[in-house]
Each structure stands twice: as structure tokens, then as C-alpha cells.
């Protein structure tokens, strides 16, 4: 079993930052991808960033410049860093975590997920 804990939601003005946090549970995590996905109302649910065991990082278009995912092995913890933020990035945020070493892009390729976390931006 794993188990995804989120925090450093809130609310931001355009233009501020947020540092997200995902706390994941125990040795589970070693050899796991990890990603970022958000969803607003209405909306789908979409991929917006991910981190390989090894490192390496993916950005969706729409991100690409302002945020920046890192992960901590030693603390089992993926972090998403996020800084000029548009009202467009208002969403609830998941961490995921998947049984493999490499990065997908499609929500359904993850196996467990956090509880999301809630960013709003206020023009």
C-alpha cells in the first residue's frame, strides 16, 4: 500500500508563488516516477509535471518556465515549485505516484494518488 500526503496549497495573486509538497509512504517509493496533476472545474483532469526515479523532469507547455518539480529520495517527498502563477493555474492539484521508473503523461498510468490539494489565484 501507498499512501500520498499533499500540502502548500492555498491562495495566491497573479504573479506570486506556491511550493507544493507530496509526502509518500515509506520504501514504496523507491524506483517510483512521480507527477503533477491538476484539475479545475469542469475541466479534465491534466498532466502538468513529472519527475523520472532517476531525475529526470517533464513539463507540460503551459508550465514549462515557471514551475519546477524536484523530488527528495532521502525524504520520500516530490515538491512542485511553482512561481508566476496565472489565474488559469487555479485548480486542485494531485500528486501521483506510478509502479515504474519513467514518466507518463496520462492520468490513468498512475497507481496511486494523493487527495489533492486546492490553488487558487486571484487576479
Known amino acids: 500500500q501507498v499512501q500520498l500526503v499533499e500540502s502548500g496549497g492555498g491562495l495566491v495573486q497573479a504573479g506570486g508563488s506556491l511550493r507544493l509538497s507530496c509526502a509518500a509512504s515509506g520504501r514504496t517509493f523507491v524506483g517510483y516516477a512521480m507527477g503533477w496533476f491538476r484539475q479545475a472545474p469542469g475541466k479534465e483532469r491534466e498532466f502538468v509535471s513529472g519527475?523520472?526515479?532517476?531525475?529526470?523532469?517533464f513539463y507540460a507547455d503551459s508550465v514549462k518556465g515557471r514551475f519546477t518539480i524536484s523530488r527528495d529520495n532521502s525524504k520520500n517527498t516530490v515538491y512542485l515549485q511553482m512561481n508566476s502563477l496565472k489565474p488559469e493555474d487555479a485548480a486542485v492539484y494531485y500528486c501521483?505516484?506510478?509502479?515504474?521508473?519513467?514518466?507518463?503523461?496520462?492520468?490513468?498510468?498512475?497507481?496511486?494518488w494523493g487527495q489533492g490539494t486546492q490553488v487558487t489565484v486571484s487576479s
Open positions: 519527475i523520472t526515479w532517476g531525475g529526470t523532469t
Open positions: 501521483a505516484a506510478r509502479r515504474t521508473s519513467m514518466v507518463a503523461s496520462t492520468w490513468y498510468e498512475y497507481d496511486y
